[in-house]
């Protein structure tokens, strides 16, 4: 599909708010605006899944970008300049790893994925992880097996808007390890991205999806 337009995402230089799941957020959020919704973070607005490649390195850019479904432009305002200005994308994991395969040679690749994976282990809370991981197979015994390591990692980083940053989700109560569930299931399972990508409103893709959705998560929650 071809994509229609740029998806903007937004470094907030004042104390913002979800408007939709109202986590407050802070100085430096990373939101996204979403018509009547007004200011989104990254984990309602669907895009927490993507990884942030600063700007830099045109060739490496580029590939992400092409080799991604779903990516989105990342501005800051500049007091100075008085506009906002470009600071990188964010883009699927897999797009970024291809690009830096196609750009890089084999020590460098390496290189880059040691600086990353540090970079994830730095913003873990280790133990809360496995403590989420543990929750993932208590309420969805049949998730496929390693998920719910992917899930808990992903959901536990501390990027504002993440699922499992949230008050609720430290307490793991079982509705915030859903929603981190879903939120994986929407993007692993479904065709989600490509329907935002190729123009879908966020509304009118999530109302698409929504029976694969509850179907893939009845399967998870077998054993109960």
Aim: proline share 1%; glycine share 6%; hydrophobic share 35%.
């Amino acid at each position: 599909m071809k994509k229609v337009e740029d998806i903007n995402v937004f470094i907030s230089h004042r104390d913002s708010k979800c408007d939709e799941c109202n986590e407050k957020l802070g100085k430096g959020a990373w939101i996204t605006l979403n018509g009547d919704k007004g200011a989104l973070c990254l984990a309602c607005g669907d895009l927490d899944h993507l990884v942030f490649l600063p700007s830099g390195d045109a060739a490496l850019t580029r590939r992400a970008r092409k080799h991604s479904v779903l990516s989105a432009v990342v501005l800051q305002w500049s007091r100075s300049r008085k506009r906002y200005e470009r600071q990188g994308l964010i883009v699927e994991k897999q797009g970024l790893e291809k690009a830096e395969e196609e750009c890089l040679a084999d020590e460098d690749i390496r290189a880059r994925k040691r600086e990353r994976a540090a970079v994830i282990r730095e913003e873990m809370d280790v133990k809360y992880v496995a403590k989420f991981e543990e929750s993932i197979k208590e309420f969805f015994p049949s998730c496929p097996q390693g998920r719910e390591k992917e899930i808990a990692e992903h959901a536990c980083l501390k990027y504002s808007g993440r699922v499992g940053r949230s008050t609720a989700a430290k307490d793991l109560d079982e509705d915030a390890v859903r929603l981190a569930v879903i939120a994986h299931i929407r993007h692993a399972e479904t065709e989600y991205d490509n329907l935002l990508a190729g123009g879908y409103s966020r509304k009118n893709a999530r109302a698409e999806i929504e029976k694969t959705i509850f179907k893939v998560v009845n399967k998870w929650e077998k054993g109960k």
